[in-house]
């Protein structure tokens, strides 16, 4: 049985420093653990080994709670690893994945992390929560590598065991603060967390990279039942002359849907302000229910981090859905976590690949990422390849290696294409007031 990396690290802004060593196992314990199989909590074959020995990883998200809701992530999960064991596994071994709710809370989230560690998991991947500082400890100290999670927190983009495959909210708000530098008063709807506090420098790196003043900023409860006062007030401040029509941006996560109904209702006397969004507080599903082409979504700039799923790139994820989860309603193609957790183990399975006949471990998956692998997604993403810390480093965000967004707009009803091709936010990042 391979030792485990214990990391231990420090998040400062453009500094982070790193240390590793090699934990074995005494020979009195491997013994045991030999003997009794799960009474050191680690079922058999679950480090991956060589040969025919299974691969056992990780994905959680919040699922039945008040707040934000991202079931089809550990759905999809489930279905690749049965699309993927259908096909033989990856590399001839299976693919055994464990899945983890972490209820939008913090405790159940370290509970989710101490599990994946009790469980000698060799990755957590395509994952969503909101409390890194409450997982990452226990995935560092067995040095289980995150890749792919969904980028709603900064220490994604920090800890040295973190592979992000898209750039987060720093990203999507960076360019959709770009897109909005032709807009009149700009007002942010964001929640009234740690999470939320660090969405308005990012918004105002793209608005003022367009010359535009920064954007009025106003908390919100994220798991409210109604908006109605938070809606009329984001009015009154974004409401301009005719000529310079403004927007408000609801980057409410789930509660966003709630959020319009109210905005829909108290817009009667500003018909000229406009909305904007980032996708995973918006996408197919939300338009079509809200009203479609007379919604109050119609003519929305929305920043993600994908193609929309009507481009062919997405057809592999597709397959998967159509072959194990055809009438599972958790897994929407649509939904940005989705298309991240399809992302992310396609990430993984090019990692494995790449080990040959090896040891498949928690230390072989991070030292190839570590190395120098170079990942494709069939071009959904550039090229993955992470470095100790890379060009976003100075601003908070080291691990940050993919800052592209596409813009898209809702047009008759439709989430479509408003520009061709990616959006690089690296140089706006760079130039973000950020100081966490």
Known sequence: ??????????????????????????????????SLLTGCGVVPGTTGGTGDDPITVMTWAPEDTKATNKPGMP?????????????GGI???????????????????????????KENVVAVVGSYSQYADSFFPSLEGAGIPYIGGYGITNAEFTSPLSYPVNGGQPALLAGLG??????????????????????????????????????????????ATEYDGQAARALRATAGDPTDKGCVVPALGDRTGTFMDSFRRAREDYSDVRTATVLGSVDQTVIDATGGASGPYEGSYITGWYP?????????????IR?????????????????????????????????????????????????????????????????????????????????????????????????????????????????Y
């Not at 992302?343 to 230390?363: K, M, P």
Request: hydrophobic content about 40%; glycine content about 8%.
């Open 308 to 320: 929309v799923v009507s481009d062919p790139r997405w057809d592999g994820m597709k397959r998967v």
């Open 1 to 34: 049985m391979t030792g485990r990396r214990r990391i231990k690290s420090t998040y400062l802004p453009g500094l982070l420093t790193r240390h590793a060593k090699k934990g074995v196992l005494s020979a009195g314990t491997a013994v045991a653990c030999a």
């Open 178 to 223: 770009s897109a909005l530098a032709d807009c009149g008063p700009v007002t942010l709807i964001r929640p009234d967390t740690i999470a939320g506090d660090q969405l308005p420098p990012l918004l105002d790196s793209g608005l003022k990279a367009g010359g535009h003043e920064a954007a009025n900023d106003q908390r919100a409860a994220e798991d």
């Open 323 to 435: 072959e194990q989860a055809f009438g599972d309603n958790r897994i929407d193609p649509a939904d940005a976590g989705v298309q991240t957790t399809w992302i992310a183990y396609t990430v993984f399975r090019e990692i494995v690949e790449s080990l040959g006949d090896g040891e498949v471990t928690a230390d072989t998956v991070t030292e190839a990422l570590d190395n120098g692998l170079e990942v494709g997604t069939g071009g959904l993403t550039p090229t993955l390849h992470w470095k100790f810390q890379d060009k976003l480093a100075a601003v908070g965000f080291p691990r940050l290696v993919n800052a592209n967004v596409t813009l898209q707009v809702v047009r008759e009803g439709q989430l479509v294409s408003a520009r061709k091709g990616f959006v690089d936010t690296t140089k706006t990042l760079q130039d973000a007031d950020v100081n």
């Open 75 to 87: 759905a999809f999960a489930r279905a690749y690893a049965r699309w993927i064991n259908a096909k």
């Open 91 to 117: 590399n001839g071994r299976e693919l055994n994945v464990l899945t983890c709710n972490d209820h939008n809370d913090s405790v159940a989230a370290a509970k989710c992390a101490r599990r994946a560690a």
